[in-house]
């Protein structure tokens, strides 16, 4: 079967592979049988070592949803009764965490910070001082709106001084960039199977400690489909989701971990990188400017400013450049109209070059100047 090769540049969904995708056509099992389980047990120790956990520290525990559920599982069920929630809040993905908080009415405290530098640690270490409440802090490790890195292990060095732990979302991260939760101070991280490991949707996981994982039993629940621990506690028991799993979404991440392991951490990071170099090698040469430093980009969004050229509209560039196979993406920036190109999936530099040449044919078929033009 040929199945069309489509290079999507877009924050994931991501482009997979075809193994990948042919994994997800399986014999119908009901995933309450031994042959599923046999499947979950060692895909959970992997999802660890990615991250390079070990085994008795930590664990994952994985839902049936998009990325965003683990934001709101983490969020709801580590914040024990009398704690406040800690919130460093600089771009789209922490505004949503925000959001989470205050949906579950969490008693919140939330630090904003520019969305396009590094967050002020001083800043931060303050809200630790004055505030001997807080039961963790919630940071977004790679701020996929604007491409923005967070110092994810210093702010973690911080919270650990002060006895707090740590959640991240890694979900634009994860088997990705490398990440080592020792090393990164990292309590717990998230990702979704759509992303990093270049899986489908559908699947998401959460990766942290299993000591506060287990002292979260008696944390307020908050939620019933949305707890950690009773997920945990079902998957330590039984072996398998509490409810339903996305059985050929965990068919396909079970491939895509394969493809993970034997690509290798590494090599996988340069493949991504070299995507980025050749991103940017095209945004220079068109003249097109980025609305962050690249010193503070973790390598693997660009947020490209629209021109202003009359003429650029980014609707048709992307129609365009889309029926040639192309998908590019909206920005995620207030005030300023960006549009993103993403390094993740499995596309190489080579695929990049091929991008900027309909790019600029697109630039071209609707009028707008090469060099592109800003008027400040
Ligand atoms: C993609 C993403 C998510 C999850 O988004 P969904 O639309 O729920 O899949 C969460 N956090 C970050 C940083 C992301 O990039």
């Not at 998230?190 to 699947?203: D, E, H, P, Y």
């Not at 509209?313 to 040639?324: G, L, Q």
């Not at 207030?334 to 309909?358: N, P, Q, S, Y």
């Not at 009028?367 to 400040?376: E, H, L, Q």
Request: proline share 5%.
């Amino acid at each position: 079967m040929e199945i069309k090769r489509n290079i999507l540049l877009n924050p994931g969904p991501s482009t997979t592979t075809d193994t990948v995708k042919m994994a997800q056509v399986v014999p119908d099992i009901c995933p309450r049988e031994k042959e599923f389980q046999s499947i979950m047990a060692p895909m959970r120790e992997d999802l660890v070592r990615i991250v390079h956990g070990k085994k008795e520290d930590y664990t994952s525990v994985l839902f049936c949803g998009s990325g965003t559920i683990c934001i709101d599982i983490t969020l709801n069920s580590l914040l024990d009764a009398g704690k406040k929630a800690f919130v460093i809040n600089n771009g789209s993905y922490s505004q949503r965490a925000v959001d989470v908080c205050k949906a579950y009415n969490l008693p919140l405290i939330e630090l904003k910070q520019p969305i396009d530098t590094a967050p002020s640690l001083a800043e931060i270490e303050d809200v630790f001082k004055t505030n001997n409440d807080i039961g963790y802090v919630y940071v977004t490790y790679h701020e996929t709106g604007t491409g923005l890195l967070n110092p994810v292990k210093e702010i973690g060095e911080i919270a650990h001084r002060y006895g707090v732990f740590l959640i991240t979302d890694t979900t634009s991260a994860y088997a990705l960039r490398p990440i080592n939760v020792y090393d990164e101070n990292i309590d717990f991280c998230m990702a979704s199977a759509q992303k990093g490991i270049q899986g489908m949707t559908g699947l998401s996981f959460i990766v942290g400690r299993k000591d506060i994982i287990e002292k979260s039993k008696d944390f307020p629940v908050r939620s019933y489909y949305c707890n950690l621990f009773m997920q945990y506690d079902f998957f330590e028991r039984t072996g398998e989701m509490h409810f339903t799993p996305p059985v050929q979404t965990v068919y396909a991440a079970k491939q895509a971990l394969i493809e993970y392991f034997e690509e290798g951490e590494e090599a996988k990071w340069e493949r991504h990188t070299g995507v980025m170099n050749a991103i940017r090698e095209g945004v220079d040469r068109l003249g097109f400017r980025e609305a962050l430093d690249r010193s503070v980009q973790a390598g693997l969004v660009s947020a490209i400013v629209y021109p202003d050229d009359p003429n650029w509209d980014f609707e048709k560039v992307h129609d365009y450049v889309y029926e040639r196979g192309f998908t590019i993406y909206p920005g995620k920036i207030e005030k300023r109209g960006t549009f993103r190109l993403c390094a993740l999936g499995m596309i190489t530099d080579a695929d990049i070059r091929e991008f900027w040449k309909v790019f600029e044919e697109a630039l071209k078929a609707t009028g707008v100047s090469i060099p592109v033009r800003y008027d400040k």
